[in-house]
């Protein structure tokens, strides 16, 4: 299984109990995405006493938890999430990405998360807003299945990535979306309901925790 080198950071990494938590919630989303994920998480109308730091690397799996080490070494956070897709990336490295995160939650101060999505992060898109969708589907698949959902559900002629009218476009059937991505965590038994690896979970996406855990600083 391939592993994370940490990045060189003149603070150093901060084990569990070395700094004291920050009273209000301070999230660090880092995303394989530049602009779409990107926009979406930043569309969340928090509290204002939250803080929502959203970071677009352009880079994927293993080294998108390094990067995400890094930044996390660089501030304090409460939450640290890292969001990324299958794509065409081996299973090794998708999973092993996982377990990164799960190593990070295990000896720092900060709640770590992954957000991944097997094979495209347009699968919650699809799956979860317009329908409930089980079948293995390739991830340029996944997109022209988007599309037509769009077409079909919408007055959008398509899907365009980086749509700045993603998250208005559906809000209104969020609540369902999630309802339906727990379904598939408990079909394809990922944790906590099994320990089927990422990388075997098709179609599947976690992104919807981190839907959740942006929804309840609402108020």
């Not at 070494?73 to 299973?91: I, K, L, N, S």
Request: charged share 30%; hydrophobic share 35%; aromatic share 8%.
């Amino acid at each position: 299984m391939a592993m994370i080198e940490h990045p060189k950071s003149g603070r150093g990494r901060r084990g569990r109990g070395s700094r004291s938590r920050p009273k209000r919630k301070r999230f660090l989303i880092v995303c394989e995405g530049e602009v779409t994920e990107v926009r979406d998480f930043k569309a969340f109308p928090v509290a204002g006493d939250v803080e929502v730091t959203v970071k677009g690397e352009g880079k994927n799996t293993t080294s998108l938890v390094a990067a995400a080490i890094e930044y996390a070494d660089g501030d304090t956070y409460t939450d640290v999430w890292v969001v990324y897709d299958h794509d065409d990336f081996g299973a090794e490295k998708f999973n092993a990405a996982e377990a990164a995160v799960s190593r990070e939650n295990d000896t720092r101060s900060e709640t770590w998360r992954a957000a991944w999505s097997n094979q495209a992060f347009e699968v919650w898109y699809l799956l979860l807003h317009f329908q409930y969708f089980d079948g293995k589907l390739h991830r340029h698949l996944v997109q022209e299945k988007v599309g037509e959902l769009l077409r079909k559900n919408t007055k959008k002629s398509g899907y365009k990535k980086n749509d700045p009218e993603m998250y208005s476009l559906l809000k209104g059937s969020q609540e369902e979306a999630i309802k339906r991505a727990k379904r598939l965590e408990e079909e394809h038994r990922i944790r906590p309901h099994g320990q089927t690896p990422p990388a075997d979970a098709n179609p599947c996406t976690t992104v919807h925790h981190l839907v959740v855990a942006l929804n309840q600083e609402i108020r």
